[in-house]
């Protein structure tokens, strides 16, 4: 793939694709250390044919986003919980995590190199970034490697549901996305291959992505492909699913506080499948989500509307502008929420 250029992007109109941008960021691990890592303009990543990677799934990553302000400075939004639960995420798979710390400054050291491609302000788009550790020590046993790798990778991205702030269409599936006790609560790629059969079928099917249900009752809402769910009630309340099998999202996370400075009394909760007529508005929220109204789920056949297949729903409207006003540096949002990154 040959190298972008920041002046062939049409910003308002990008989807969520990948480009090789001039810089990544790479660290290794090795004899029980990371090395300082470094920025490189390789983006092609060499390694053993046994490394744990490529049989047994030793891989974690994140999604964070970098925001172009009115000011013309870049944003992160709350970087340090990416930093956080990657290191979660490698403790599950038994890789080495990366320091918190030094994820953070990692991250800011990729965007200030690649700061031609965050997109302008107003226009949409942002720099998406990809942090991941992977497993690349030799194994043929099931063992876990002892060498890894630490890389990030930028892409400029827009919208992930292709509507944006229009309503699309879920669906539920036979298929779980993860079991109660497994790896539902990291962010580890075996989670998504497990979750690209169910998923192309329901972007077959014209649906935006996939409604998984608890993994033993099939009856109660986990969360979407790609993103957590949220309902609004009749009468004005925040509510989100709880269960172990879930990704913790800090989009829901920083929503949940959101919704309590609104008086929206936010829960997280059992959400059945059969009781989403206590709902008036519904939508999806995550990195790439940013908030996505959902028009419609349908189940076993039956589909039931939130609010409406064409518009967005008042709630749902008031904490789009919050969040993305905090994100891109419109609003000034709690301590730590917005993290600027120097590009001098
Ligand atoms: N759930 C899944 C399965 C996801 O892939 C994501 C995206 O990261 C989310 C939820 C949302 O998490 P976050 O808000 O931290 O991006
Ligand atoms: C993110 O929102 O960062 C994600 O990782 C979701 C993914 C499906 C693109």
Avoid: C
């Avoid at 969520?16 to 920025?39: I, M, Q, T, V």
């Amino acid at each position: 793939m040959e190298k972008a250029k920041a002046e062939n992007f049409d910003w308002p109109n990008l989807g969520f694709n990948y480009y090789d941008l001039p810089y990544s960021f790479h660290a290794e691990y090795k004899d029980g250390k990371w090395d300082e890592g470094k920025l490189t303009s390789d983006s092609t990543i060499k390694m053993s044919e046994a490394a744990n990677v490529l049989h047994y799934g030793q891989e974690a990553f994140e999604g964070l986003k970098a925001y172009r302000r009115k000011d013309g400075g870049v944003n992160l939004f709350r970087p340090d919980m990416n930093a956080k639960r990657l290191h979660n995420s490698a403790e599950r798979l038994l890789m080495a995590p990366f320091p918190e710390d030094r994820f953070v400054e990692a991250v800011k050291m990729v965007v200030k190199a690649n700061q031609n491609f965050v997109p302008p302000y107003g226009s949409g788009a942002t720099l998406y970034i990809r942090p991941f550790i992977i497993g690349t020590g030799e194994v043929i046993g099931v063992h876990p490697a002892d060498k890894f790798q630490f890389h990030i990778l930028v892409t400029p991205v827009g919208p992930y549901y292709k509507g944006g702030m229009k309503p699309t269409e879920y669906v539920t599936s036979p298929y779980d996305r993860a079991a109660h006790g497994g790896t539902g609560q990291s962010k580890v790629s075996g989670n998504y291959a497990a979750s690209l059969l169910p998923g192309s079928l329901a972007h077959k099917n014209g649906y935006s992505d996939v409604v998984y249900l608890d993994p033993r009752l099939h009856e109660n809402i986990e969360e979407l492909g790609g993103a957590n769910f949220f309902g609004i009630t009749k009468d004005g309340k925040f509510k989100t699913p709880k269960s172990p099998s879930i990704l913790p999202s800090i989009t829901k996370k920083s929503l949940l506080q959101i919704a309590d400075s609104f008086g929206m009394e936010p829960e997280e909760t059992t959400i059945s499948i059969y009781d989403l007529d206590q709902f008036s508005e519904a939508g999806a929220m995550g990195t790439a989500a940013v908030i996505s109204p959902v028009g419609s789920i349908t189940h076993n056949g039956n589909k039931h509307v939130f609010y409406s297949e064409t518009e967005v729903g008042s709630y749902t409207q008031k904490l789009y502008d919050r969040l993305s006003g905090i994100q891109d540096g419109d609003q000034k949002g709690p301590d730590g929420w917005q993290v600027d990154v120097p590009l001098k």
